[in-house]
Every structure is written in structure tokens, then in C-alpha cells.
């Protein structure tokens, strides 16, 4: 019998999308195009203003594409249980409690009471507050909501889960904790997920591909399959040949894109391009294709042009 492990589905298909906002018909997104495996792990990485959450919108069905197509699992994304969505800002109901607001999210599931209970705490033993599910949301602090809207997001054991710099509050060590039990989660359901985040350490840690936006309209430069995640879980992945190197460049990546594209806030044509990391840029891909990049023989990430 054929292994179908070995050819996994398509999840999420978003062909040659553009999005324009306001009377101005400003672009936000242009001809955006990348598809995500079923149980795959995609890191949007980008400047401020490039469409990632207007992007992370679109494949939860919150708004539609000007043009192009979004697919979730062969469909037009629909807002529900299926898709789960951890937003920028926490959007918890101020008035119920931790536990109140995570059994909100499964208000469109038939399930009974008991496992309905069960679920939001086992969900909330996993984000580290299962003694605070009393409390209301004015009780916690700014990471602790953050852990709220993600168990509110997993409790609904979606397929797809799309999370929106959902780490950026938590101090340091959390952040890690949390990182390590989302791999563990996704890993062990087989959910499908886009992140966005700012930091590359993060993206690094999670992704198994790399998806770079440049600044206004957003476009895709660069898509990078990585693989420093699917280390032994003691492993620390900063650890790994290449980690370092691939961290290196892209950041000087993103710099780039920061100070030297056309469409970034910060481009000023009057000054001399950031010759530094165009260097590294150069230096970083393999000397004979020119599409890969290597550590001691070791591919860690290739790059498409
Ligand atoms: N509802 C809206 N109306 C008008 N313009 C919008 C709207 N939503 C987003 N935009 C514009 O679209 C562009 C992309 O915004 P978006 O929030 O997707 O960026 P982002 O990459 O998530 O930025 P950040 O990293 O700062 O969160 C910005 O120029 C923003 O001003
Ligand atoms: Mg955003």
C-alpha cells in the first residue's frame, strides 16, 4: 500500500493574492502566492505594514482577496471551530472569567457539559493557568491574556491554526515554554499552522518553512524551507549547524528589505544602499548554483529566487 504520509495534502493554497484598502486603492498585499502542506508549520516574517495579519485575516475567511484565490482545505476559509485564530490584540470578553472565556470559543460544537469542563482545563493546564480560571481578564497580565486567547484558540482542536505574534507579551523563559508546548501540540494533532512573528529566533524554532514579505504592497521574496525544529526535543535548535548562520542572514534579509526597498517607511533614496548585508546576502547562498545555502556541507535552507 502507498504510504500517503509521504505525499501530504495541500492545506492552504493562497494563489497570486492582492488586497487594496481605502479610496486610495492602496495595495496592501500584491500577487501573493505559497501553499502550506496539511500538518506543516509557516512562519510569515516581514516589516511592519507588509500584510501579514491582513494576510492571516484572509485565510480565516475575516476578509475577502481583491483578487486571486484562498483555499483551506480545497474551500473558501469560513470563521469557525475548524480554523483557530490568535490575534494581535486578545479580544477577551472583560466580564467572563479565564475559564467562562475559553468555553466561549466552543459555543459552536455540540458537546456535553463534562467534556466541554474537561477540555478548557486540560487547554488551560497547557498554557500554564489552570490556577487562574476564576479570574477575569483586568486579573492578569498582559501575557497571561495572551496564554487565555491561545487556549481559546486550541480548545476547539482545530485543523488550521493561524496565530499573530501571539508570544510577543510573554517575558523570555514563558516564551520559551510556550514555544516548545505549541511544536509539541501541532506536532501531536497534525494542525496546519501560520505564525507571524517579528522574531527570527522564533521563527527559526517553529517554522518548517520561512515565508518573507516585503514591505508595502507585500509580496513574497523569499520562501525557506528550515528544518532546525525537528530536533530530539531536549536538543536545544540554536544549537545546530547552520542555526546561527541562517539566523544571520535573515535578519540581514530583513534589514535589507527595511532600509533598501522602495515601499518600506523607512526607504530613503538618498542614502547609499545597506551595502553590509547585501554582502552577507551574497556570501550566504551557495557559489556554484547560487540557490542554496550551506553549512559544512549541510544543507539547512535552500532559497528560491
Ligand atoms: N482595515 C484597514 N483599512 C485600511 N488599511 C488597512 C486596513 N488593514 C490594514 N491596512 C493597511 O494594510 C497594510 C498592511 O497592514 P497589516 O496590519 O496587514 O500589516 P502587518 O504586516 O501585520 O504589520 P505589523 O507587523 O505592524 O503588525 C498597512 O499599510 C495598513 O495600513
Ligand atoms: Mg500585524
Redesign the pocket.
Known sequence: MRNLSRHPQTAIHVRTVSKS??HMG?H??RDVSFTVDEGQFAVLL??????????L?MLGGLIEADHGDVRVHGHAPVPGPKIGMVF?SFRLVPWMTVAQNVNFALGPLSLAKSERRDRVHQVLGRVGLARFHSAYPHMLSGGMMQRVALARALVCEPRVLLM??PFAALDAHTRELMQNELRRLVDRQGITTVF?T?SVDEALILGNQIII?SP?P?RVVEHLPVKFRDRAAHDDPRDQIGFAETRKYLANRLKDLVLNDPGSDFYDPSRSPNTMSARHIVNMKDPDTRSGLHTTGDVVAFVKH
Do not use: I, N
Request: proline share 4%; aromatic share 4%.
Open positions: 484598502f481605502g492602496k496592501a498585499l516581514g516589516p511592519s505594514g507588509c500584510g501579514k495579519t491582513t494576510l485575516r494581535q499573530d505574534e507571524v517579528h514579505l508595502r507585500g
